[in-house]
């Protein structure tokens, strides 16, 4: 009978004859935090030569998923991973690995230091760090490529992707791919070592297939692909070391990795790996929430055929509802389209889109919604279209269906007002395209039920978006702050920079497009609508108006991309500034009386993100945000705010509260009623706390 000995909490060992299994059982994931990495060097020092063989295995989910992400910048704690995992390597007793679940980063590195590697049928294993900011810092980059190869291991370490077992068997980062239990597993193939029907060997023994021009052009690629990103680079550069002995490997692997350890986009890329948890670890998203078993969507165009494929693809039957068939029919083009789509980029195979299509069912009729547990309306944005739509939906809905809409910026206690069940209305706002946009967020109504506002956040997790508790004002969290801070861009063209310097600006601080291609991309005539109906509801009377040009542009109907004219022309393939829209920045110029300055990118860059700042600030102040950290997963999931400065207000901490308060005091000295100092920055400069603290207070 196997007897067990308990070495700490999360390490035990499990004897049966001349097998020594042990289990590593250290919730939720199996990090190896110290206790893992003492409780495993105690573990093999306990065994000593009892054993013929020794497998470790994990409890729970999964095996080891990496490091414990929460020691990050904190200080270290010995034994390091590399030194665990180098003793096990040199243990003269064979050790072998069974992995279930998923096996990344230091998870991978552990198994690749054993001796063989079993893979539980399902399995994965990757190297993730590159995700966050680092590379493998435990031998990866040395091991993996003595296992499978250079190529495997430069594309396994670069994307961070995770690899099924088959896979990794046919590549030889694993051994064996066998099915069942992990423990009976472990036991069953450690007797086979035994039996000499499972063979063994160090890694360390085995030379790389090592080729200089391997790395020489992928390192040219990486540079070239993300020009902003460090830890790419160093990844090449520690594989590159995988030629020479591995305990020199290792060395130059370790500096690399302190390298990224210490860059502030380790510590952004880490923020954004928690905060996407963060945001729906909060007590509005838990409790009983209602089914979501059938949901409507009224409206075809591109929101609401956008958001039935994101409904579809999670399995969710959806009835689409439209006013006409032409309507109807362009909508269920439309939804074809994003779920062929899905299929030509690998998300989604031929089967699952057939069936999600299966499960659409489109109607002109309203009243086919009557069983529907959600009704998502995503129709033009008028209010009274959509009051009217509501009033409908109060009689037409069966009691307890959730009634969202996906407004962007519109009063949801308006629409509220229109139903009988205010209790039952929320606000889901998708970002376009919405099957590909994976931002969600979730507006609050002054009567939202608990349970309906929880469903939000059920919804979310299913369409496997990230959900963000939003408050009601104009434009919620993200569109508030973006209608703030877009208007710096308008007016530094009007005093001075060209549209492109400001792209180019912006795009070399790391946006995946500079604010004047995403107006082309968008359309022009979207913001021109918004401009006009600020002016009608008499929004902003007295602030400096910046729309001039964006409106002369608009008003010749140079849309941008979909009229292949805007602020750039798009007809010759990349798009060119359109020598017409300098005419008319010179015109309003003149007008105006400005005379052109002259601004550096970084003036450009720091108006920019000082205006975004202020205005993020001002939500978390006003409570529309519950968190800083809200926002900054608002703007990484919806803006293409680039992941590695972590957020808007994670990129303010880097500033500080005392500097942000000086740049706004300084640039209001120009336009008062636009520069203003957030009260809480000047509390926050004041008392010296940060956004990060804040989030702590949650
Ligand atoms: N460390 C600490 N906590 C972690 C963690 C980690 N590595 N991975 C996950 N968690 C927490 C997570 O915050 C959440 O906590 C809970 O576990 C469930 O996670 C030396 C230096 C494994 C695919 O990058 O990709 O090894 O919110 O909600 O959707 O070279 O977690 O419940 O409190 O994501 O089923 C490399 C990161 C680290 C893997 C599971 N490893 N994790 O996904 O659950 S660096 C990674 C994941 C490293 C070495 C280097 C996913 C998952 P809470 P979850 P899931």
Same mark, same amino acid.
């Given at each position: 009978?196997? *007897?067990?000995?308990?070495?700490?909490?999360?390490?035990?060992?499990?004897?049966?004859?001349?097998?020594?299994?042990?289990?590593?059982?250290?919730?939720?994931?199996?990090?190896?935090?110290?206790?893992?990495?003492?409780?495993?060097? =105690?573990?093999?020092?306990?065994?000593?030569?009892?054993?013929?063989?020794?497998?470790?295995?994990?409890?729970?989910?999964?095996?080891?998923?990496?490091?414990?992400?929460?020691?990050?910048?904190?200080?270290?704690?010995?034994?390091?991973?590399?030194?665990?995992?180098?003793?096990?390597?040199?243990?003269?007793?064979?050790?072998?690995?069974?992995?279930?679940?998923?096996?990344?980063?230091?998870?991978?590195?552990?198994?690749?230091?054993?001796?063989?590697?079993?893979?539980?049928?399902?399995?994965?294993?990757?190297?993730?760090?590159?995700?966050?900011?680092?590379?493998?810092?435990?031998?990866?980059?040395?091991?993996?490529?003595?296992?499978?190869?250079?190529?495997?291991?430069?594309?396994?370490?670069?994307?961070?992707?995770?690899?099924?077992?088959?896979?990794?068997?046919?590549?030889?980062?694993?051994?064996?791919?066998?099915?069942?239990?992990?423990?009976?597993?472990?036991?069953?193939?450690?007797?086979?070592?035994?039996?000499?029907?499972?063979? +063994?060997?160090?890694?360390?023994?085995?030379?790389? =297939?090592?080729?200089?021009?391997?790395? *020489?052009?992928?390192?040219?690629?990486?540079?070239?692909?993300?020009?902003?990103?460090?830890?790419?680079?160093?990844?090449?550069?520690?594989?590159?070391?995988?030629?020479?002995?591995?305990?020199?490997?290792?060395?130059?692997?370790?500096?690399?990795?302190?390298?990224?350890?210490?860059?502030?986009?380790?510590?952004?890329?880490?923020?954004?790996?928690?905060? *996407?948890?963060?945001?729906?670890?909060?007590?509005?998203?838990?409790?009983?929430?209602?089914?979501?078993?059938?949901?409507?969507?009224?409206?075809?165009?591109?929101?609401?055929?956008?958001?039935?494929?994101?409904?579809?693809?999670?399995?969710?039957?959806?009835?689409?509802?439209?006013?006409?068939?032409?309507?109807?029919?362009?909508?269920?083009?439309?939804?074809?389209?994003?779920?062929?789509?899905?299929?030509?980029?690998?998300?989604?195979?031929?089967?699952?889109?057939?069936?999600?299509?299966?499960?659409?069912?489109?109607?002109?009729?309203?009243?086919?919604?009557?069983?529907?547990?959600?009704?998502?309306?995503?129709?033009?944005?008028?209010?009274?279209?959509?009051?009217?739509?509501?009033?409908?939906?109060?009689?037409?809905?069966?009691?307890?269906?959730?009634?969202?809409?996906?407004?962007?910026?519109?009063?949801?206690?308006?629409?509220?007002?229109? +139903?009988?069940?205010?209790?039952?209305?929320?606000?889901?706002?998708?970002?376009?395209?919405?099957?590909?946009?994976?931002?969600?967020?979730?507006?609050?109504?002054?009567?939202?039920?608990?349970?309906?506002?929880? +469903?939000?956040?059920?919804?979310?997790?299913?369409?496997?978006?990230?959900?963000?508790?939003?408050?009601?004002?104009?434009?919620?969290?993200?569109?508030?702050?973006?209608?703030?801070?877009?208007?710096?861009?308008?007016?530094?063209?009007?005093?001075?920079?060209?549209?492109?310097?400001?792209?180019?600006?912006?795009?070399?601080?790391?946006?995946?497009?500079?604010?004047?291609?995403?107006?082309?991309?968008?359309?022009?005539?979207?913001?021109?609508?918004?401009?006009?109906?600020?002016?009608?509801?008499?929004?902003?009377?007295?602030?400096?108006?910046?729309?001039?040009?964006?409106?002369?542009?608009?008003?010749?109907?140079?849309?941008?991309?979909?009229?292949?004219?805007?602020?750039?022309?798009?007809?010759?393939?990349?798009?060119?500034?359109?020598?017409?829209?300098?005419?008319?920045?010179?015109?309003?110029?003149?007008?105006?009386?400005?005379?052109?300055?002259?601004?550096?990118?970084?003036?450009?860059? =720091?108006?920019?993100?000082?205006?975004?700042?202020?205005?993020?600030?001002?939500?978390?102040?006003?409570?529309?945000?519950?968190?800083?950290?809200?926002?900054?997963?608002?703007?990484?999931?919806?803006?293409?705010?680039?992941?590695?400065?972590?957020?808007?207000?994670?990129?303010?901490?880097?500033?500080?509260?005392?500097?942000?308060?000086?740049?706004?005091?300084?640039?209001?000295?120009?336009?008062?009623?636009?520069?203003?100092?957030?009260?809480?920055?000047?509390?926050?400069?004041?008392?010296?706390?940060?956004?990060?603290?804040?989030?702590?207070?949650?």
């Amino acid at each position: 009978m196997a *007897e067990t000995t308990s070495i700490n909490d999360v390490i035990s060992i499990g004897q049966e004859g001349d097998v020594a299994l042990i289990c590593i059982d250290n919730p939720p994931v199996n990090a190896t935090g110290q206790a893992v990495r003492q409780g495993l060097l =105690d573990a093999m020092a306990q065994i000593g030569t009892s054993a013929k063989v020794i497998a470790i295995y994990c409890a729970g989910r999964t095996f080891v998923a990496g490091a414990d992400i929460k020691e990050f910048g904190k200080t270290p704690l010995p034994p390091s991973l590399p030194d665990v995992l180098n003793q096990i390597e040199d243990s003269e007793i064979p050790v072998i690995s069974v992995i279930h679940g998923t096996a990344l980063g230091g998870g991978l590195e552990l198994a690749l230091a054993t001796h063989a590697r079993v893979a539980i049928e399902g399995a994965k294993i990757g190297l993730p760090e590159v995700l966050l900011g680092l590379l493998p810092g435990a031998g990866g980059t040395q091991r993996l490529p003595r296992l499978s190869g250079l190529p495997f291991s430069l594309d396994v370490i670069l994307s961070g992707r995770q690899v099924p077992a088959k896979e990794a068997l046919e590549k030889g980062a694993v051994d064996r791919v066998m099915s069942g239990e992990p423990r009976d597993v472990a036991l069953a193939a450690a007797q086979d070592v035994l039996a000499g029907k499972l063979s +063994t060997r160090k890694t360390k023994n085995l030379t790389a =297939d090592y080729d200089a021009k391997v790395i *020489e052009e992928t390192l040219a690629g990486v540079k070239k692909k993300n020009p902003h990103l460090i830890s790419p680079v160093k990844c090449v550069e520690a594989v590159a070391a995988c030629n020479k002995p591995l305990e020199e490997g290792l060395k130059v692997e370790r500096q690399c990795f302190i390298d990224c350890m210490q860059t502030p986009q380790r510590a952004g890329l880490i923020h954004a790996f928690f905060g *996407e948890r963060a945001v729906s670890n909060i007590p509005e998203a838990k409790g009983d929430t209602r089914p979501l078993d059938k949901i409507g969507v009224i409206g075809g165009g591109t929101m609401g055929s956008g958001i039935t494929t994101s409904c579809l693809m999670a399995g969710i039957p959806v009835r689409l509802i439209e006013v006409a068939q032409e309507g109807l029919d362009r909508g269920v083009a439309t939804i074809t389209k994003n779920l062929d789509g899905a299929v030509s980029r690998g998300k989604m195979s031929a089967e699952k889109r057939d069936a999600a299509l299966a499960m659409l069912e489109p109607s002109l009729a309203m009243e086919d919604l009557a069983d529907v547990d959600l009704v998502i309306e995503a129709v033009f944005e008028k209010m009274e279209i959509k009051k009217e739509i509501f009033g409908k939906l109060d009689t037409i809905c069966k009691k307890g269906a959730i009634l969202a809409s996906n407004t962007s910026y519109l009063d949801v206690n308006k629409i509220a007002e229109m +139903t009988s069940r205010p209790e039952d209305v929320l606000g889901l706002h998708f970002f376009s395209p919405a099957h590909v946009m994976r931002l969600l967020e979730i507006v609050q109504g002054a009567k939202t039920a608990p349970d309906v506002l929880a +469903t939000g956040f059920a919804l979310a997790k299913r369409l496997k978006k990230v959900g963000v508790l939003a408050q009601v004002c104009d434009g919620f969290i993200g569109n508030r702050i973006l209608g703030h801070y877009s208007k710096v861009n308008a007016f530094l063209v009007l005093d001075g920079a060209s549209p492109q310097q400001v792209d180019d600006a912006l795009e070399r601080f790391g946006l995946a497009m500079g604010p004047h291609k995403v107006g082309d991309l968008a359309g022009l005539d979207i913001g021109y609508m918004n401009r006009q109906r600020m002016k009608e509801e008499g929004l902003d009377p007295n602030a400096r108006y910046g729309g001039d040009v964006a409106d002369r542009i608009a008003e010749k109907g140079w849309y941008g991309r979909k009229t292949g004219k805007g602020y750039y022309l798009y007809d010759a393939g990349r798009p060119v500034p359109n020598p017409e829209v300098e005419t008319i920045i010179d015109e309003v110029r003149a007008e105006k009386g400005i005379t052109p300055q002259s601004f550096t990118d970084e003036e450009i860059v =720091d108006r920019y993100m000082t205006a975004m700042i202020s205005e993020a600030a001002r939500v978390v102040e006003d409570g529309t945000a519950k968190r800083p950290v809200d926002v900054d997963m608002v703007f990484l999931f919806g803006y293409g705010f680039p992941r590695f400065r972590g957020g808007p207000l994670h990129y303010a901490d880097t500033i500080g509260a005392e500097e942000l308060v000086r740049r706004i005091e300084a640039y209001a000295k120009e336009d008062p009623n636009y520069w203003q100092v957030p009260e809480l920055l000047r509390k926050m400069a004041a008392d010296g706390t940060t956004f990060a603290d804040l989030n702590k207070e949650g």
